[in-house]
């Protein structure tokens, strides 16, 4: 198979996921074509296409890491701040933003862990092996990560509901 074609097979999947790691779709789409630059250039290295998804993936989260990097030092400086995280189309716009902003404040390792498990629908043994970590591990992340992201959202929630307006999160 071709990029291309491999590609097609898995390109919901890794857009979504890129927007939920970069933070915005638009954040999430230019994360994406630089992971598919540095992709097609490496492709043909690829020894198993089988594994095309996951090294994607993989490609993304590193660019996503390395562009991380440089938005921290841009925000030491006073530059710009990151986005907030792509919405979902089953909750209201309001719901979107707690949601979008509770995971903001999960640790990136569960973070990618949830986006992995309940966005992309990967199975546990998936998670693991994306994470390089043990199946017990990503079952440890997704349970934190689930209990902080629902804590966090409830904060949210009652942040809002005393103010009686939307709750802004910090640049």
Not at 30 to 47: E, S
Not at 79 to 84: F, K, N, Q, R, Y
Not at 101 to 119: C, D, S
């Amino acid at each position: 198979m071709d990029f291309e074609q491999l590609l097609k097979a898995c390109y919901n999947d890794v857009v979504r996921y890129s927007r939920a790691m970069a933070g915005s779709a638009v954040d999430g789409d230019d994360l994406l074509q630089d992971a598919l630059i540095r992709a097609w250039k490496g492709f043909p290295r690829l020894n198993d296409p089988d594994r095309f998804k996951f090294w994607l993936l993989k490609i993304i989260k590193n660019t996503h890491f390395s562009r991380s990097r440089l938005q921290w030092a841009k925000r030491m400086f006073g530059l710009e701040a990151a986005g907030d995280l792509p919405s979902t189309d089953v909750l209201p716009y309001e719901e979107k933003e707690l949601v979008r902003m509770a995971l903001k404040r999960l640790p990136e390792a569960q973070r990618e862990a949830l986006i992995l498990f309940e966005v992309l629908n990967m199975s546990i043994a998936e998670v693991a092996m994306q994470q390089k970590i043990t199946n017990s591990a990503a079952k440890s992340r997704l349970a934190r990560g689930r209990i902080k992201l629902r804590e966090a959202y409830q904060a949210l929630s009652n942040m809002e509901a005393r103010h009686g307006a939307r709750v802004v999160q910090p640049g």
